[in-house]
């Protein structure tokens, strides 16, 4: 079973627009860490966020939002205003306090494209 | 640029062959993962390393085998190559192992099998 699913395969936006990637999660760990990474066009992985299983504040960072939910199970990631430099493909990923390899277990991605 | 470096950034070679995929974790950093992202699989982890001692193995091929050196560099070595091993291959690094740590990530090592 898919322990992080992304469904938006790929979203396409204008610039200045708002967008909102899904992520939803299946874990039996009460203790589990989720996480974004972003992949620009030149193929690093870039960390953006970090959020504890207790810890469901919403947290902001300039244009970036992130809403956590454990009653859905979901970390939705929000760029307000979107820009053509936001245009990658985004993960999201969980480790499980119960994985002794502590191990990123990542989804499949959501491939952002930002239209001027 | 989040620490990692990892050597060379592009490689072409031909099946049966052998590589060695290099990595340099953050400064400070004690835990070394290594990972591989192909188009069908996705991102998948292969193995972890916390000062100098294997802790934790994913789905790595018995071709592949890993290491970490005493100044905590690590190598991957991919060994009888086929097509399907083309792939960009991860090193991340961490302070120490733990869910709560936050894997940092280098350029990666883009791997073509021809």
């Known amino acids: 079973a898919q322990k992080v699913t992304q469904a938006q395969t790929e979203i396409s936006v204008v610039e200045k627009e708002d967008v909102t990637l899904d992520c939803v999660y299946e874990?039996?760990?009460?203790?589990?860490?989720l996480f974004w990474y972003k992949q620009p066009p030149s193929g690093e992985l870039v960390f953006l966020i970090r959020?504890?299983?207790?810890?469901?504040q919403n947290e902001i960072s300039g244009r970036y939002s992130w809403n956590f939910q454990k009653s859905t199970s979901s970390f939705n990631f929000t760029i307000t205003a979107s820009q053509v430099v936001d245009s990658a493909v985004y993960f999201c990923?969980?480790?499980?306090?119960?994985?002794?390899?502590?191990?990123?277990?990542f989804g499949s991605g959501t491939r952002l494209l930002v239209r001027p | 640029d989040s620490g990692v470096t990892q050597t060379p950034k592009h490689l072409i070679t031909a099946t049966g062959q052998r590589v060695t995929l290099r990595c340099s974790p953050r400064s400070g950093d004690l835990s070394v993962y290594w990972y591989q992202q192909s188009l069908d699989q996705g991102l998948q982890f292969l193995i972890q390393?916390?000062?100098?001692?294997?802790?934790a193995k994913g789905n790595i091929l018995e071709r592949f085998s890993a290491q970490q050196f005493p100044d905590l560099h690590s190598e991957l070595n991919l060994s009888s190559l086929e097509l399907g091993d083309s792939a960009l291959y991860f090193c991340a690094s961490s302070v120490d192992p733990g869910p709560q740590e936050t894997q940092y990530f280098g350029p990666g090592t883009r791997l073509l099998v021809l």
């Open positions: 390393y916390y000062n100098g001692e294997e802790r």
């Open positions: 874990t039996r760990d009460t203790t589990y860490y």
């Open positions: 990923a969980l480790s499980e306090a119960g994985d002794s390899s502590y191990k990123l277990i």
């Open positions: 959020r504890n299983s207790f810890d469901e």
